[in-house]
Every structure is written in C-alpha cells, then in structure tokens.
C-alpha cells in the first residue's frame, strides 16, 4: 500500500499504458481517476475497476481542450478535495517521413503529446504548489531519447517533454513536487499493433532483455516514481526498454 489515500489521476487511462498504470496504483491503494477522451470506453473500465478494486472515479476530458482540462480539474477538486499525483500518460503517433508528413499530423501530434502535458500540469501544479506536495510523472519514449525513423513529430514531443521535465524539476522541487520522466522502449499496445510485424520482431532482438515491455512493466517503474521511496529522485529520466538504447 505504497500509494495508500493518494489521488491519482492519470491520462489516457482505459487502455494500455495508462490502464496498467491505474491498474497498480489502485492495488498500492491510491484513490485513481480514470481519464478518458471520449467516454466511449470510460464505462467499462470504470466498472471494472470497481469490481476489482471497490472503487473508481472517472472523467472525459481531451488534454488539448484548454477549457475542458481547467473545467475537469476544477470538478475533481470539488469532488476528491485534491489531486497528489498527476500521470501525463495520454499519447498519439501519426507516422510519415517528413517529406509526406502532413501539417496535421504535425499539429496533431504536438496538440496531444506535448501541449496536453502542459495543459494538465499547468493546472496540477496550482494544487501542488499549494498544498507543498506532489508527483508529477510524464510518459515520453526511447525515441525522445534517440530518435526513429518516420516519427519526427513524434519524436519531438517526446523529447520536449524531457526537456519541461527537468525545468518542472527545477521549477518545482522547493515546492516538494517530485517531477521525472520514464521512457518506455518497445511495450505490447495498441500503438504497437499498428506497427509493422517486421519491425517489433527487430525491436525485440535489439534489446538484450530480448523480449517488448508489458504494460505492468512501464507501470512498476510508475508505481516506484510516486511512492515514498522516490522522495529523493526528481529530474531522472528513467528508461524503462529492456536494454534497447544500448
Ligand atoms: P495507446 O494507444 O494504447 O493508448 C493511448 C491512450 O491515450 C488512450 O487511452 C487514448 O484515448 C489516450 N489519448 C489519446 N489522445 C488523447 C487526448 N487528446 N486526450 C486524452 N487522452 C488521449 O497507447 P500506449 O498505452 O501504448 O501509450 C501510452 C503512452 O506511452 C503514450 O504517451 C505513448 O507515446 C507512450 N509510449 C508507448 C510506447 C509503446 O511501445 N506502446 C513506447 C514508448 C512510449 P482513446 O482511447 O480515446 O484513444
């Protein structure tokens, strides 16, 4: 119960990544707030956490939509009081090589990966400040790090995002907010599923831990980043990837 009575709200969080990552706050018993951007698969999951878990808290909210993000932020406080760790999970891929890459799958990208974090940590932070107390963890990849073929967007949102973690470190550690970055490598999603099979298979053979991620892995490293234990890291950037970037 390393999370026991926090509350945690995550991005993107009826599937994937973001799933597992509630998935395992919930056992280590923080109250968690399920972030969906269409409602479509918000019922679902909510039911099934709360058959799990007892209970389950839960909000349609798009992290491009300004006014949406202070609207929904504002209603959680109204109805949890607080908001004590804050997961920019929420992402989006839009593959081309620049040369075809269309100005909307630029923009787009950038709307969701980048200024979605900024959206949410902008209000999160307003509690955090205050209150003396947070966790901010941001979800960026292996490719902010080192870069891939056919994601330049992508690719830059991901480091951007390295790069306003450090400054949100910087920024924020006299207020005891924690902020750190995990990068994922190759983890088995449904992002992963629309890339091609020949691709993963070099992936995985690339990594010396010679397998993809699970979600749970990205997860453990989250559930570590928001506990008491990490009370002394902020800034890292922690790759979680089987070894790949080697
Ligand atoms: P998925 O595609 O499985 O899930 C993405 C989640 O983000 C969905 O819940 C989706 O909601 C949500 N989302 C997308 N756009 C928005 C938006 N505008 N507002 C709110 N929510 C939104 O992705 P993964 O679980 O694989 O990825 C999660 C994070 O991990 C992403 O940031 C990704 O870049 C990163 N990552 C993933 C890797 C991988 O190999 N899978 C590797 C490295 C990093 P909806 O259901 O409505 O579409």
Redesign the pocket.
């Known amino acids: 119960m390393r999370l026991k009575d926090k509350v945690a709200l995550i991005?993107?969080?009826?599937?994937?990544?973001?799933r597992a990552i509630a998935e395992k706050y919930a056992e280590e018993g923080a109250k968690v707030i399920l972030?969906?951007?269409?409602g479509?698969?918000l019922d679902k999951a909510m039911g099934e956490m709360k058959a799990k878990y007892g209970v389950a808290y839960g909000y349609v909210?798009?992290?491009?939509n300004r006014s949406q993000v202070q609207e929904v932020f504002a209603k959680i406080i109204e109805d949890l009081g607080t908001i004590d760790i804050l997961v920019n999970?929420?992402?989006?891929t839009a593959d081309a090589q620049i040369y075809k890459m269309a100005d909307e799958q630029w923009d787009n990208v950038i709307n969701?990966?980048l200024t979605?974090v900024f959206n949410c940590t902008k209000e999160a932070v307003k509690i955090m400040r205050e209150k003396e107390f947070g966790k901010i963890i941001n979800?960026s990849?292996?490719?902010g790090l080192y870069g891939n073929f056919g994601q330049t967007n992508y690719a830059a949102t991901k480091s951007g995002v390295i790069g306003m973690t450090k400054t949100l470190a910087k920024e924020l550690g006299r207020k005891n907010v924690n902020v750190n970055v995990v990068c994922?490598?190759?983890?088995a999603?449904?992002?992963?599923e629309k890339m091609p099979e020949k691709v993963l298979a070099t992936m995985k053979e690339k990594a010396p831990l010679n397998r993809l991620g699970t979600?749970e892995d990205i997860a453990n490293a989250c559930v570590f980043l928001a506990s008491q234990e990490a009370s002394f890291v902020t800034g890292a950037v922690l790759s979680v990837d089987g070894g790949i970037v080697l």
Do not use: H, L, Q, W
Request: no cysteine; net charge neutral; proline share 5%.
């Open positions: 991005t993107g969080s009826t599937r994937g990544i973001g972030i969906d951007r269409s479509k698969g909210m798009d992290v491009t999970n929420a992402g989006i969701v990966n979605g979800i990849s292996v490719v994922p490598g190759f983890i999603t449904e992002m992963t979600p």
